[in-house]
C-alpha cells in the first residue's frame, strides 16, 4: 500500500508543531491549524520499532502519531520508506488447520477441534496467547481447562508414586530391623 495522503499530511502538521514549540504563544495565537471533518476513512501507518503496519481512523490519527518511545523518537510514521522493514510471525495459533496442538491431537482430546482460524502469522508466543483469549474466548478457555486436568491427574499420579516409594523404603527399612532383632535372641 502506498504512503497515506492523509496520514503523511497529519505527520507534517505533528513535525510542524513541534517546531513552533519555541514560539512565542503570542505568535501561536496568529496561526491557526485546521483538519475539516476526518471521518472514519483509515489511514496507514507504520510502527518504528518493528514496522508494522498499522491502519488507523483519521480521527485518532493524530494522536497516534503524536506518542514516543522512551528514547523521544516518534513511535508511528506515516512514511513506509523511513519504517525499518516489516517481517511477518510465523506462529500459528493453536486453532489453525496445522496448528502443533492439531497435528498432536490435543484439540481433539479437549473437544474442541471444530474450532479453524486462519492466523498463522502471529509473532511470537505472547501474541498467539492473546490472540487466543480475544478471538477464541471459549475454545481457549475449555483448552486451558483440559490442560489444567491433565497437570491435576499428573501431579496427582507422581504424588501417589512417591508415597508408594516411601511406603516401600519404610516396609523395607521395619523389615531390615525385624530381623536383626530376631537374629540377636538366639545368642
Excluded: W
Excluded at 518504528?48 to 510514521?77: C, H, Q, W
Excluded at 491427574?153 to 516411601?166: K, P, S
Amino acid at each position: 500500500m502506498a504512503n497515506s495522503p492523509a496520514a503523511v499530511q497529519r505527520q507534517r502538521v505533528r513535525d510542524l508543531r513541534k517546531g513552533l514549540a519555541g514560539v512565542d504563544r503570542e505568535d501561536l495565537s496568529e496561526m491557526k491549524f485546521e483538519i475539516i471533518a476526518p471521518g472514519r476513512n483509515k489511514q496507514r501507518i507504520y510502527s518504528m520499532v518493528d514496522g508494522e503496519p498499522r491502519d488507523i481512523t483519521e480521527k485518532n490519527l493524530d494522536a497516534v502519531l503524536g506518542k514516543t518511545l522512551p528514547d523521544g523518537s516518534y513511535e508511528f510514521t506515516a512514511k513506509e520508506e523511513d519504517a525499518p522493514p516489516y517481517v511477518r510471525g510465523q506462529v500459528k495459533c493453536a486453532f489453525h488447520a496445522k496448528s502443533p496442538e492439531r497435528e498432536s491431537g490435543l484439540l481433539a482430546e479437549a473437544g474442541v477441534a471444530s474450532t479453524i482460524c486462519p492466523a498463522g502469522n502471529l509473532a511470537h508466543g505472547q501474541a498467539k496467547r492473546v490472540h487466543g483469549e480475544h478471538k477464541h474466548s471459549q475454545e481457549t478457555k475449555a483448552l486451558t481447562a483440559y490442560l489444567d486436568d491433565q497437570k491435576e491427574e499428573r501431579r496427582i499420579e507422581r504424588e501417589e508414586q512417591a508415597l508408594e516409594a516411601q511406603q516401600a523404603i519404610a516396609r523395607a527399612a521395619l523389615g531390615g530391623a525385624g530381623e536383626k532383632t530376631k537374629a540377636a535372641k538366639p545368642s
